[in-house]
């Protein structure tokens, strides 16, 4: 088992190009987020699913975008990058049957 | 909404000695607590975590922490700590019988010294 992975592991954006930031468990987690890590701020909620179809915003959403078409996927679309989006970026997954929530190895993203 | 503060953004210790990592949450409902560890580079991993039951709880390397719900707190100790504990702690909260989607507090930077 893979368990969650997110591509790419370092990215380097143009200020105002979009991207976007996957992440595919196989896991048969109901739950996905995404969160950023920032010096001194912690884990920041930008987006989170409780399953296909269902998304919504977590404290820090502006600026992105996300879908979930199915258990596996939960792909974080950037729409036009800011410098303020330099971070370092993080998808879990957790469910019903395990309180745990499980990370991938996170994206290094900046932002120029 | 839940929240969580930890106290110390950096704790610098000397090998063998004793730690104490501080967390203290806020929340209207019931909570599940965890204490996640990220070593530099990597995800964040989980340590321990609180559902339910015996307010102690301990990790398979030493870690332990105690409930207090009175106080609402959730400190991270080890009575003797190694040059590989050096990581960055973090301590995150959900709601019981919610989507399991932590809250987490800004970390906490332990660093062991030889």
């Known amino acids: 088992n893979a368990g969650v992975t997110q591509t790419p592991k370092f990215q380097v954006l143009k200020t105002g190009q979009s991207m976007t930031l996957q992440c595919a468990q196989d896991?048969?987690?109901?739950?996905m987020s995404w969160y950023r890590q920032d010096p001194g701020m912690g884990l920041r909620l930008i987006h989170y699913s409780v399953g296909a179809g269902i998304t919504d915003q977590g404290e820090v959403p502006n600026g992105y975008n996300v879908s979930r078409s199915t258990t596996e996927d939960f792909p974080l679309r950037l729409l036009s990058a800011a410098p303020s989006q330099t971070s370092v970026y993080f998808c879990?997954?957790?469910?019903?049957?395990?309180?745990?929530?499980?990370f991938g190895q996170g994206t290094r993203l900046t932002v120029v | 909404a839940q929240s969580v503060t930890q106290l110390d953004s950096q704790v610098p210790v000397f090998e063998e000695a004793p730690v104490e990592l501080r967390c203290n949450y806020s929340?209207?409902?019931?909570?599940?607590l965890f204490w996640y560890v990220q070593y530099p580079n990597q995800g964040l991993q989980l340590l321990l975590k609180y559902l339910s039951g015996s307010t102690l709880v301990e990790s398979i390397n030493g870690f332990e922490a105690e409930f207090n719900k009175s106080q609402t707190s959730f400190h991270l100790r080890k009575p003797s700590v190694h040059i590989s504990d050096t990581a960055e702690y973090f301590c995150?909260?959900?709601?019981?019988?919610?989507?399991?989607?932590?809250?987490f507090g800004r970390g906490t930077s332990l660093i062991v010294h030889p």
């Open positions: 929340s209207s409902v019931s909570v599940y």
């Open positions: 879990a997954t957790s469910s019903w049957g395990n309180t745990e929530a499980f």
């Open positions: 896991m048969n987690h109901e739950y």
């Open positions: 995150a909260v959900s709601a019981s019988g919610g989507s399991y989607i932590p809250t």
